[in-house]
């Protein structure tokens, strides 16, 4: 049946481009009726009893209808994504300027989706929370997740991100503690500041992050009016195999909006899903949210003129050294038809890039390449990428078959079914063409376990401080303050030290906060004590 059901709510198989249809081929096979059935198909004449002997009686262990419904439900939810389980998504597209501010976008990037002016990519998009759980209220200090899947000609391309331009550690190694440091306790199960911060204050370069975090900019006001950004740094590579390093931020079209903790408390007060309801509520009136997407671009050295280096995610590149050049925008017109087949089941990876897009050398972004598909393996299944949302909208030629849950071995014309290893010489599956010259970078290093120069770790945190509004400030130094009060004086010490080196101003009010003084020098580590 097309069309609505008569509740408003629309029926299956009007999804566009097939993401969250009805599949095709059931549809085709028998009239599409409203009649219940389970899920082997058979008619439910009744949905409303258990079969049982007699109106009094035992329950019958051949009651097929009912034990297939109640094993089913208890099977109904999956594990929940470790980090930004909360979310809520929606499709749309993602439309190419065909240049590169000014410049010819081949000189940098072969990638097709960019090349030409009007080109349409339809994409999906997931925001999220990060810390707690999947119904947590939307209203929390946190960063927000912004993980993009464009579905290219050339196979998928997922652009994972947050709203907050920079990221609190800079080594893979670091994020399981990291994150246990904001999770809940282990003992009492609450978050506790002063877990946060005795985490933080081993770690001078999370303060650029923090500066951010503990502000307005840690509550964004809803999904739509926030930006986006990859954090890390990626490459670009054009035919000649020639590759630059890149920064991608998404600027919203409606501007950008944060609450202060008594804004977001009001709006957590009674709704704690007006995120997600906003969303849902601006695509469905046809009010559709917007992002233009900018790069930043940067020749691939060690750069060591700046102040930073360009592989460290806790630092910005300076707009005023490296502006922002709009290559395309990004509009989301249709909300999903069904939340968990895809904005639970969606899977997003930063190791998932297409031909003239490359990984650079950040070690915060090689960790997370083995991360994402590992932790879905697990959290989806083995075959996550049969699933339609996941699943590239081009033909997937592949010998990686089988497994749990396997539906789909499509083979293109002519292949020949018997051959699932190649090379072959009976018309198996053959290696693609190179779309232009290898990026082939080169090394002569020793192996080591060494930090990356953080070079100035508290000069971006001082001037995102400067930046600040008044009312940001004083927000920030109350947020501060407050999740700082129950943790020891050594980490508040080590705390205010760590302001105090950002911007002297910054560490005093945090210190008179606190109503204790600014240390004269700084606190030494823990481990030394
Ligand atoms: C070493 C650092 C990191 C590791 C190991 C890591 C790992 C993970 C894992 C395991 C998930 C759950 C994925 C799933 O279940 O599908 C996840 C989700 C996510 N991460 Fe990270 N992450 C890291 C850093 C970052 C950074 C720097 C950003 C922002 C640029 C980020 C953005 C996201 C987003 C947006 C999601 C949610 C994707 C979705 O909506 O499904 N992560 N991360």
């Given at each position: 049946m097309n069309g609505s059901n008569g509740n408003g709510i629309p029926a299956t198989g009007?999804?566009?481009?097939?993401?969250?249809?009805?599949d095709d081929t059931r549809v085709a096979e028998g009239e599409q009726s409203q009649t219940l059935t389970t899920r082997q198909g058979h008619p439910v004449t009744n949905n409303q009893n258990m079969r049982t002997v007699g109106s009094r009686g035992p329950t019958t262990l051949e009651n097929y209808q009912f034990l297939e419904k109640i094993t089913h439900f208890d099977r109904e939810r999956i594990p929940?994504?470790?980090?930004?389980a909360r979310g809520a998504g929606a499709h749309g597209f993602f439309e190419a300027y065909g240049a590169v501010g000014d410049e010819s976008i081949s000189k940098y990037t072969?990638?097709?989706?960019?090349?030409?002016?009007?080109k349409l990519t339809p994409v999906f998009v997931r925001f999220s929370s990060v810390i707690?759980?999947?119904?947590?209220?939307?209203?929390?200090r946190d960063p927000r997740g912004f993980a993009v899947k464009f579905y290219t000609e050339d196979g998928n391309w997922d652009l994972v991100g947050n709203n907050?331009?920079?990221?609190?550690?800079?080594?893979?190694?670091k994020f399981p503690d990291m994150v246990h440091s904001l999770k809940?306790?282990?003992?009492?199960n609450r978050q506790e500041g002063a877990r946060i911060f005795d985490f933080m204050s081993?770690?001078?370069?999370s303060m650029h992050m923090l500066t951010f975090l503990?502000?307005?900019?840690?509550?964004?006001?809803?999904?739509?009016?926030m930006q986006g950004s990859g954090v890390n740094t990626y490459k670009w590579v054009n035919t000649a195999g020639e590759g630059v390093l890149v920064k991608y931020h998404w600027e919203p079209k409606a501007g950008v909006r944060n609450l202060s903790q008594p804004q977001a408390e009001a709006i957590q007060g009674k709704n704690f899903n007006h995120a997600t309801q906003d969303l849902y509520d601006a695509i469905e009136r046809g009010d559709y949210p917007e992002w233009e997407l900018c790069v930043q671009i940067m020749s691939?050295?060690?750069?060591?003129?700046?102040?930073?280096?360009?592989?460290?995610?806790?630092?910005l590149w300076p707009q005023e050294e490296f502006p922002f050049l709009p290559v395309g925008r990004m509009v989301l017109d249709r909300n999903p038809q069904n939340y968990f087949a895809e904005v639970e089941q969606v899977a997003f990876g930063t190791g998932v890039l297409v031909d003239g897009l490359d990984f650079s050398d950040d070690k915060l972004l090689q960790g997370r390449t083995f991360s994402y598909s590992d932790t879905q393996r697990y959290?989806?299944?083995?075959?996550?990428?049969?699933l339609p949302i996941n699943a590239p909208k081009k033909h997937v030629a592949t010998n990686q078959r089988d497994g749990q849950m396997t539906f789909a071995v499509d083979l293109p014309?002519?292949?020949?079914?018997?051959?699932?290893?190649?090379?072959?010489?009976?018309d198996g599956l053959v290696e693609a063409v190179p779309a232009g010259k290898d990026h082939t970078p080169e090394y002569n290093a020793k192996l080591v376990r060494q930090s990356l120069d953080?070079?100035?770790?508290?000069g971006q945190a001082g001037d995102r401080w400067r930046q600040h509004e008044d009312w940001e400030k004083d927000d920030l130094i109350n947020n501060l303050v407050d999740n700082l009060s129950g943790a020891t004086r050594y980490v508040q010490d080590r705390m205010i030290w760590h302001f105090s080196q950002c911007d002297p101003e910054y560490g005093r009010r945090v210190a008179e906060g606190l109503g204790v003084s600014v240390p004269s020098t700084e606190p030494i580590p823990t481990e030394a004590v």
């Open positions: 009007q999804a566009v481009n097939g993401i969250g249809s009805a929940e994504r470790v980090v930004h072969r990638a097709k989706l960019f090349q030409e002016k009007g707690h759980g999947g119904h947590s209220p939307e209203t929390l907050l331009k920079v990221f609190f550690i800079r080594d893979a190694i809940p306790d282990p003992v009492t081993h770690h001078p370069e503990f502000s307005p900019w840690g509550i964004p006001a809803n999904y739509r009016e691939d050295d060690e750069h060591l003129e700046l102040d930073f280096d360009p592989l460290d995610p806790t630092k959290r989806v299944g083995t075959n996550y990428l049969q014309k002519g292949a020949n079914p018997h051959v699932n290893y190649e090379p072959s010489s009976m953080g070079r100035n770790e508290y």
